[in-house]
Nanobody, 124 residues
């Protein structure tokens, strides 16, 4: 069982930066799990943002990221961060943290564990 709690969302102006946090409570060692971020805008499908492997040696990102976002994790307290810069109104969405004991992936089989999400609104 994994419990995920996101924080750090809010309102930001276009061009601004924001950092989201995901605090994970895990039964197994934190590095057992891939930690990932997804987002969902109103009326849109959930979209993969990025993921980081349990041992931190690999990250993958969605195509739209284009170097603007960075994921980091700290396994000692099992926390992941999504650092976002150059935010634009189209980045407005609810951002979700997810975890899975399987391989890191952009799609396919859904990640097993999900947080409640945190809203980000980017004003123009």
């Amino acid at each position: 069982q994994v419990n995920l709690v996101e924080s750090g969302g809010g309102l930001v102006q276009a061009g601004g930066s924001l950092r989201l946090s995901c605090a994970a409570s895990t039964q197994l060692s934190c590095n057992t799990y891939v930690l990932a971020w997804f987002r969902q805008a109103p009326g849109a499908e959930r979209e993969f943002v990025g993921a980081i492997a349990g041992d931190k040696n690999q990250e993958i990102y969605g195509n739209f990221v284009k170097g603007r976002f960075t994921i980091r994790r700290y396994n000692d307290n099992c926390t992941a961060f999504l650092r976002m810069s150059g935010l634009q109104p189209e980045d407005t969405a609810v951002y979700y943290c997810a975890a899975d004991g399987g391989p890191m992936r952009r799609g396919g089989r859904p990640y097993r564990y999900w947080g409640q999400g945190t809203q980000i609104t980017v004003s123009s």
